[in-house]
């Protein structure tokens, strides 16, 4: 089934996680996909439950770069809540969608 995850405006950005997550559970590796009209840019993330994000480069312009950084350190952080109230601490995919 194809999805077209191109918006008509702004951008959507994808975070899908790239098997289970390593090293008990306290890093994850995800697939990150910025969505434009026009354009998909992806890289590779890893994302630790103290909240760091190591984001390769991605080509995207720098505002939406950084959108992506942003969105995926918010799910680093939540990452430990969830696991302290018995959850699975890394969603296995994320959409967003930003003006």
Request: proline fraction near 8%; avoid cysteine; charged fraction near 30%.
């Amino acid at each position: 089934m194809p999805r077209d995850l191109h918006p008509t405006d702004g951008a959507r950005y994808l975070l899908e996680r790239d098997g289970e997550p390593a090293a008990g559970g306290a890093r994850a590796r995800y697939r990150a996909v910025i969505y434009t009209r026009d354009a998909e840019f992806a890289a590779a993330a890893e994302l630790g439950d103290d909240g760091s994000v190591a984001l390769g480069p991605t080509g995207a312009p720098d505002e939406l770069h950084a959108r992506l950084v942003a969105l995926a350190r918010l799910i680093a952080r939540d990452a430990a809540r969830l696991r302290d109230d018995g959850m699975p601490p890394w969603p296995q995919r994320v959409l967003r969608w930003r003006r």
